[in-house]
């Protein structure tokens, strides 16, 4: 079973708020990314990291930032939700090294902006 | 970016049939992954390939890495109603792992 945690599971908030969603994974994976899924729709990349302080900017624009402070932790925040941002966001890690990709999924966050 | 075409969008089956679905490449991926994804949960890895060529089975799921390294299938033997989901494929570039669509599979029990 994945060890990889998202809170919250679903949030409801207005327009213009600020809001963070969180991902911790106790694996000591290097690797985490965050995805963005619209319901019965594919997964898009918005961000992944490689390791502590290393972020990248994924497939698919987003208005969203992340940071990795932390390796166990890799946080996304929306400065100013709008309901364009209603969407399903999932995180993932992977281990480090080329044979070891497998990606273990968190719950996801259900996001709703009203 | 590296695209996957994945077919069928959906499926219903009976249930007790065999299921096939596939993906398609016109870019290399050094790896292969299949997963399923529940309503309202993340998506959960069901099979990894990393050989061309690689035929691997778990349960009652086997999976293959084309030849060609573009193209992959999976096929659910003896479907049942917990089968029903979403099915990802995933292929590995670089670092970064791009999905399929999805095939949704619904099973009339």
């Known amino acids: 079973e994945a060890d990889i945690y998202q809170t919250p599971r679903y949030l409801v908030i207005g327009t213009g708020k600020k809001i963070t969603l969180e991902c911790s994974q106790t694996?000591?994976?290097?690797?985490m990314y965050w995805y963005q899924q619209d319901p019965g729709m594919e997964l898009h990349l918005i961000h992944y990291s490689y390791g502590v302080n290393s972020t990248e900017k994924g497939d698919l624009s987003s208005e969203s930032t992340v940071s990795r402070i932390r390796t166990e932790h890799f946080p996304l925040t929306l400065e100013s939700a709008r309901p364009s941002h209603t969407s399903q966001y999932l995180c993932a890690s992977s281990a480090t090294g080329e044979a070891v990709t497998e990606a273990f999924f968190g719950q996801g966050t259900r996001l709703t902006v009203v | 970016g590296q695209q996957l075409n994945q077919s069928p969008q959906s499926m219903f089956i009976q249930e007790g049939e065999d299921v096939s679905m596939n993906c398609t490449s016109s870019s290399i991926f050094n790896t292969w992954l299949w997963y399923k994804q529940d309503p309202g949960e993340g998506p959960v890895l069901l099979i990894a390939l990393y050989k061309a060529g690689e035929l691997t089975s778990n349960g009652r799921l086997t999976a293959q890495f084309g030849i060609t390294r573009k193209d992959s299938f999976l096929n659910i033997s003896a479907s049942i109603p917990s089968d029903v989901g979403i099915y990802f494929c995933?292929?590995?570039?670089?670092?970064?792992?791009?999905f399929g669509a999805g095939t949704i599979l619904r099973v009339k029990s």
């Open positions: 995933a292929g590995q570039y670089g670092n970064k792992l791009v």
């Open positions: 694996m000591g994976h290097d690797k």
